[in-house]
């Protein structure tokens, strides 16, 4: 049995037929049905989609009819064959010739011939009678497909029909003959609903063109245009609120339903927008849980239907809870996941800057039915900024942190010393507690531990812009000294004062920024700062030329708040840390007092000079060596003693500072004190240089807070009278003379134009500014300067003013971390210099100067041993392990000549590297015992025995001598040529052709 589909492709035409032997007949039926219609019509209009068909009928059992096959050819005509012989070739469908019918003549025999005026003529025949047949069965599988399993026959599926192809329009033909009378209209169907939530949408206006029939939708959004001429339509469908929608193309079948959806977006022009107010705690702490709750109002939506979403836009990221719900949950980080500590870490309090204060920014977004949404910001902060001062204000959390020499703390809090405070440790058992000041007075804290105190004084702000004469009262330089009229020329206020009168960039200065350019300014609490005075009197900020004026004349009680002033960097004076309560106390008390509102951490400038990505210097700065505690520590007594007038110069922001002032008197030598004499422990104590108070090289040890005498405010600018080095008259040098004060080899001058020396120190490390200028080098004239002289602001112009590629991404303008690349060169040279190769040919000739050196210690060896009988020395692994504990014991004797040596640096150690010609057994200071064939010697360590005890086979002032202060010198350099090429190849030039005449 074969199976039949038909497609229609001219005008609407009803299809029906049967299953078995009169498919043709049923086929032709529709043709004869519609009188005055051409059998090959024209190409038709553009159909809309078909409707699936119904299932058809299960015919019943027929008689054996002659099957036929049909082929469909390339030209678009079917070929159908049948078993008794008969062929007919249906053409493709092609233009009517006038419209007339065609005619239908009955055989004999039963069949029919249609005979049409284009000339075809088909000729169908009446199936015949067959047996009957076997009963069929019928399985539906319920998706539109039937199976039908005969006896005798083959099995048939039948598949519901599927949408047509859409005909293309063609050219209308003439009216045809009247036909039988028959329904020519249908039934549009269709559901109205929002796009944002598929939700159904009531009272929508639906019209059709052509016709403009109209409906409107229920209150479950459907709607029924009945009674439609059978057609292709268009519907437009509105409602107030919503986008104007259109579906096109809508075709009506006759007798049939036609269904449609239409989806309506909101229309943002129209309707009302979520209203959103975030209830949030702003101050939450560290390693806490914290709940951000939205209300949230709408005019056109339930507010249960409402959807919400969180997402985080700033800070630290944290695991988010309920991201979809009006309340949002999440935890802080704890403090040293969000704070990054110099180690080791040091008892104290800690400095937070606004990026160490947990900034943790989110976005709701909410929506309603109607697709209108609003997006509100929030931000939490687990603490506010705060200076690292032992002198607080009240009602702000105190940050401690415990001594990092011990592995577990426990707190206490003696509140005694503040009448009526109700004040409590938090995390009392960790590193890190805190507690909240709430009454003035002194707070002790006490780490049983470590066995330390400190105390923690509180108190309110005062202000003194326009108060300056009673704090003059002591500030006369007699009690204590006046720093105002050096601080009034500073940008600490008159930046504040320009911002205020909106020039200078006070085009960007908001009232965010008066947090940092105001006394006391906290959204936190109410302590009496300029926020809070600002909300009590109704001043109004808007930057605005003559604003500052206008402000000090006619709101005096918040104009004294106004600027950056002594107690942003020194704490509340309103309080017992205030150093003029010291008075007539004992030096202890006073020195107390003064350190717990005298610090020289970054985290004093930090605090408002630290929030990306505008402030950024002190994380800069913070990658720099300069922020290296443990070198500070070498300025302290406790590490070095008295000697920490020395180290302490340059290792110690405190000592720094004095030894600037020294520096610009001609003073180059150990700190002094004010008479030119000594320095003992409590003057050092007392300046700072002890492990409890001493910083490293931070921001106030070269920008002087009080003073714009200088550009930058740096502490030595242009001319340096002397240096360390030996160098003297220092001029046109820039803000690069503040760098130069402690990039120098220190230890006099080194050249052939002085007396030799007789001390075995080499150059100290930092030698900058020695081969910047070609000086304090052996075998040379006795200044080489570089062309980088040339450039202003020395030091400075490199590796402060110009930032990195990487900074410059990160919108930052200058360098604080003093580490330039290699980009630097293109600000002065051509875009292709980068001075890679000159390095490389610096380090080739480094190895070579290293082996000259080498090859001539080797030669003062083999003397010494041909003397003395053998060598002594302190032997080095190169991985930190000596022969012996004391730098004064040579305890390893060779009595074969070195095979080689050659001057190298190991890690950051210069040695003499030795290769024996056989094994030697070393005992080292691990207690290890190893044979080998080489090691390290410092220079000054190779020995050799005369007269009963050991003397230095290369001697201070001697040629090898020389020869290696050279090679340090250069090494410490650190620019491996950059600083001064041809310095650093003429030095090793003739370093190298003195090594040579060493017999």
């Given amino acids: 049995m074969n199976a039949f589909k038909w497609s229609q492709t001219g005008m609407a035409t009803l299809l029906s037929g049967k299953v078995h032997g009169k498919v043709l007949v049923g086929a032709f039926a529709a043709l004869l049905s519609l009188a005055g219609c051409e059998a090959t019509g024209p190409t038709g209009a553009t159909g809309a989609a078909g409707q699936n068909g119904s299932n058809g009928a299960n015919g019943a059992p027929g008689a054996s009819g002659k099957s036929c096959a049909v082929k469909a050819n390339t030209d678009g005509s079917a070929t159908i064959a049948c078993e008794d012989g008969t062929t007919v070739t249906l053409p493709a469908g092609k233009a009517g010739l006038d419209g007339k019918n065609c005619s239908v003549v009955a055989n004999p025999n039963g069949s029919k011939t249609i005979s049409c005026p284009d000339g075809s003529t088909v000729t169908v025949y009446d199936g015949q009678n067959g047996k009957d047949g076997a009963p069929c069965t019928v399985a539906d599988d319920g998706a539109g497909t039937k199976t039908i399993n005969c006896p005798g026959s083959p099995t048939a599926t039948v598949h519901d029909g599927k949408d047509g192809v859409d005909g293309k329009d063609g050219a209308q033909g003439p009216k045809g003959e009247s036909g039988d009378p028959a329904s020519a209209k249908g039934t549009i169907n269709g559901k109205v609903t929002a796009a944002a939530d598929g939700s159904p949408l009531a009272g929508a206006l639906v019209t059709s063109n052509p016709l403009s029939l109209q409906v409107k939708s229920g209150a479950d959004g459907t709607f029924a245009l009945t009674g439609v001429p059978i057609g292709a339509y268009q519907l437009t469908v509105s409602l107030a609120g919503y986008t104007t929608t259109q579906i096109n193309n809508v075709g009506v079948v006759a007798l049939n339903t036609t269904n449609v959806g239409a989806a309506l977006a909101a229309d943002s022009k129209t309707g009302g927008a979520p209203a959103i107010v975030v209830a949030s705690d702003l101050l939450a702490g560290y390693d806490a849980n914290v709940a951000l709750k939205a209300t949230v109002t709408d005019p056109d939506s339930d507010a249960a239907k409402l959807s919400y979403q969180w997402a985080q836009t700033g800070g630290l990221p944290v695991a988010l809870t309920n991201a979809t719900s009006n309340t949002l949950t999440f935890k802080t980080l704890s403090l040293p996941k969000s704070k990054t500590f110099a180690t080791p870490i040091r008892f104290g309090v800690v400095g937070i800057s606004p990026d160490d204060a947990g900034h943790y920014t989110f976005s709701l977004t909410v929506k309603d039915l109607q697709g209108h949404s609003s997006t509100a910001n929030v931000t939490v902060m687990a603490a506010a900024p705060g200076a690292g001062l032992r002198n607080v204000t009240l009602g702000l959390p105190v940050y401690l942190q415990g001594d990092a020499t011990v592995t577990s703390w426990n707190w206490t809090l003696d509140t005694t010393g503040a009448p009526g405070s109700t004040a409590k440790l938090v995390d009392a058992t960790t590193q890190f507690p805190h507690f909240t000041p709430d009454a003035k007075g002194a707070y002790v804290l006490t780490e049983t531990v470590a066995k330390m105190s400190l105390t923690v004084y509180a108190g309110s702000w005062a202000g003194m812009y326009n108060g300056t004469e009673v704090c003059k009262a002591c500030h006369n330089n007699t009690v204590a000294p006046d720093p105002f009229a050096d601080w009034a020329k500073t940008n600490h206020l008159q930046g504040s004062i320009d911002k205020f009168n909106a020039v200078k960039g006070g085009a960007y200065f908001g009232q965010a920024c008066l947090e940092c350019h105001t006394v006391g300014y906290s959204p936190f609490v109410d302590n009496g700062g300029f926020d809070d005075v600002q909300k009590n009197n109704g001043w109004v900020f808007k930057p605005a030329a003559g604003n500052w004026d206008a402000l000090q004349k006619d709101h005096p009680d918040l104009g004294k708040l106004a600027g950056v002033q002594c107690e942003n960097c020194h704490g509340p004076n309103n309080s017992q840390g205030h150093s003029s309560s010291g008075m007539g106390k004992t030096t202890a008390v006073v020195n107390d007092l003064h350190f717990a509102r005298v610090s020289m951490s970054t985290a004093v400038c930090a605090q408002c000079h630290q929030e990306g990505p505008h402030h950024y210097k002190p994380a800069q700065w913070q990658t720099s060596g300069h922020a290296n505690p443990a070198l500070a520590d070498r300025g302290t007594f406790e590490a070095s003693g008295t000697n920490a007038a020395h180290c302490g110069r340059c290792h110690a922001a405190q000592g720094f500072v004095l030894y600037a002032d020294q520096l610009s008197k001609g003073i180059s030598g150990n700190l002094v004190k004010a008479d030119g004499s000594a320095a003992d422990e409590a003057w050092l104590r007392a300046n700072g240089l002890q492990r409890s108070t001493v910083e490293p090289q931070t921001c106030q040890t070269c920008h002087d807070p009080h003073s714009a005498d200088h550009p930058a405010q740096v502490r030595l600018y242009d001319n340096l009278p002397v240096l360390p080095n030996g160098m003297t008259g220092i001029t046109g040098a820039g803000t690069g003379a503040t760098c130069m004060a402690c990039h120098n080899t220190r230890n006099g001058e080194h050249t052939d134009f002085v007396a030799a020396t007789t001390s075995t120190s080499g150059p100290h490390a930092p030698a900058q500014t020695d081969v910047l200028y070609g000086f304090n080098a052996y075998f040379m004239p006795r200044f080489t300067p570089s062309k980088h002289l040339a450039v202003t602001d020395t030091c ?79 032997a080095n692994n190169g991985n930190g392990l000596y022969s012996s504990s004391s730098s004064t014991t040579y305890n390893v004797d060779l009595t074969d000549v070195p095979t080689s040596i050659e001057a190298k640096y190991v890690g950051t150690s210069f040695f003499l590297w030795f290769t024996m010609p056989k094994a030697i057994s070393i005992t080292w200071t691990d207690n290890t015992t190893t044979s080998v064939t080489q090691f390290g010697v410092s220079w000054t360590a190779l020995q050799t025995p005369v007269a009963g005890k050991n003397a230095p086979v290369i001697a201070a002032g001697t040629t090898v001598f020389k020869g290696i202060w050279n090679m340090q010198l250069l090494h410490n350099d650190k620019s491996n040529g950059l600083h001064n090429p041809t310095f650093f190849s003429e030095t090793i030039n003739a370093t190298k052709a003195a090594m040579a005449a060493v017999k």
């Fill in 796 to 874: 400075a112009a490199c590796h402060v003013k110009i930032p990195t590629e990487a900074q410059v991404a990160e919108k930052e303008t200058a360098n604080h971390a003093f580490k330039p690349d290699e980009k630097v060169c293109v600000s002065c040279h051509a875009a292709n210099v980068d001075g890679k190769a000159l390095k490389g040919v610096i380090a080739m000739q480094m190895n070579e100067l290293g082996q000259s050196i080498g090859a001539a210690a080797k030669v003062l060896a083999a003397q010494a041993i041909a003397a003395n009988g053998k060598l002594v020395v302190r």
